[in-house]
């Protein structure tokens, strides 16, 4: 175990240095989320409850972007490529190249939340996290949840040329209705009942109340219900329909 989780570094350390040789990628994951800060906060700086609402959701959205979306992508690129094929042929555990993956993207989510944070700080007059734990539980809790349903979602995806249409076809709707750019509880009912439904909403929800509202686990207890719920679906479907080599090589 030692071993591999010391190859798990190295991998991770890896996959670093290549997202940092990527500089479109960096834009993407690190200042589009504060463009959209930038863009509503214009629109909104006469309202501070419209700014409390948003700089939590483009948190929540900043997270999906990092775990679903990019490892979506990404995976869907790497098995496409030949990639995942011949590291599963290399000496590397296999479990400690995911994990070096895995660790990737949760860094850019921590990474995006910060920013997020000191951004609404500075920018937007919302205090410093009221709840710390809270905080970081949810950013764990939807870390997990939305990387293993992006891992699932990879093997629908047919090919890379697909894979931003795969991809958007739920986040682009998902950040809608969850509410990330509006109170949820403004919407018609039925897309307050979709949005209940989505993990997003909760993981919204428990950042808002560590950011904002303050209110505690114990009040957002049902929305990590909800968000373990979502995370074992996409866990049990990530792990069944892995494939490391692309469906054209069948």
Same mark, same amino acid.
């Given at each position: 175990?030692? %071993?591999?989780?010391?190859?798990?570094?190295?991998?991770?350390?890896?996959?670093?240095?290549?997202?940092?040789? !990527?500089?479109?990628?960096?834009?993407?994951?690190?200042?589009?989320?504060?463009?959209?800060?930038?863009?509503?906060?214009?629109?909104?700086?006469?309202?501070?409850?419209?700014? !409390?609402?948003?700089?939590?959701?483009?948190?929540?959205?900043?997270?999906?972007?990092?775990?679903?979306?990019?490892?979506?992508?990404?995976?869907?690129?790497?098995?496409?490529?030949?990639?995942?094929?011949?590291?599963?042929?290399?000496?590397?555990?296999?479990?400690?190249?995911?994990?070096?993956?895995?660790? !990737?993207?949760?860094?850019? +989510?921590?990474?995006?939340?910060?920013?997020?944070?000191?951004?609404?700080?500075?920018?937007?007059?919302?205090?410093?996290?009221?709840?710390?734990?809270?905080?970081?539980?949810?950013?764990?809790?939807?870390?997990?949840?939305?990387?293993?349903?992006?891992?699932?979602?990879?093997?629908?995806?047919?090919?890379?040329?697909?894979?931003?249409?795969?991809?958007?076809?739920?986040?682009?709707?998902?950040?809608?209705?969850?509410?990330?750019?509006?109170?949820?509880?403004?919407?018609?009912?039925?897309?307050?009942?979709?949005?209940?439904?989505?993990?997003?909403?909760?993981?919204?929800?428990?950042?808002?109340?560590?950011?904002?509202?303050?209110?505690?686990?114990? %009040? !957002?207890?049902?929305?990590?219900?909800?968000? +373990?719920?979502?995370?074992?679906?996409?866990?049990?479907? +990530?792990?069944?329909?892995?494939?490391?080599?692309?469906?054209?090589?069948?």
């Amino acid at each position: 175990m030692p %071993d591999s989780l010391t190859l798990a570094w190295y991998q991770f350390r890896l996959e670093r240095r290549m997202f940092w040789r !990527n500089p479109s990628a960096a834009f993407f994951n690190f200042l589009l989320p504060l463009l959209f800060l930038a863009l509503f906060g214009a629109i909104f700086s006469g309202s501070q409850k419209d700014l !409390n609402v948003i700089v939590p959701g483009i948190a929540g959205m900043s997270i999906m972007s990092t775990t679903f979306s990019a490892l979506a992508m990404n995976l869907t690129f790497l098995r496409e490529q030949g990639v995942l094929k011949r590291m599963r042929g290399t000496p590397l555990p296999e479990g400690s190249y995911l994990l070096g993956v895995f660790a !990737n993207a949760v860094t850019n +989510a921590c990474i995006q939340l910060t920013i997020v944070v000191l951004a609404g700080k500075v920018l937007f007059n919302i205090d410093w996290p009221k709840d710390w734990i809270e905080l970081m539980v949810y950013l764990g809790a939807g870390v997990t949840c939305l990387a293993a349903l992006g891992v699932a979602w990879s093997h629908v995806i047919p090919n890379f040329d697909a894979a931003p249409a795969y991809t958007n076809i739920i986040f682009l709707p998902v950040i809608f209705i969850s509410g990330v750019f509006y109170d949820v509880g403004n919407a018609p009912q039925f897309l307050r009942d979709i949005a209940q439904a989505l993990p997003l909403t909760h993981i919204i929800d428990g950042l808002s109340g560590a950011l904002v509202s303050g209110r505690s686990l114990q %009040d !957002n207890w049902s929305g990590l219900v909800v968000i +373990a719920i979502w995370a074992a679906v996409g866990i049990f479907f +990530a792990i069944r329909g892995f494939r490391w080599e692309s469906r054209r090589s069948d």
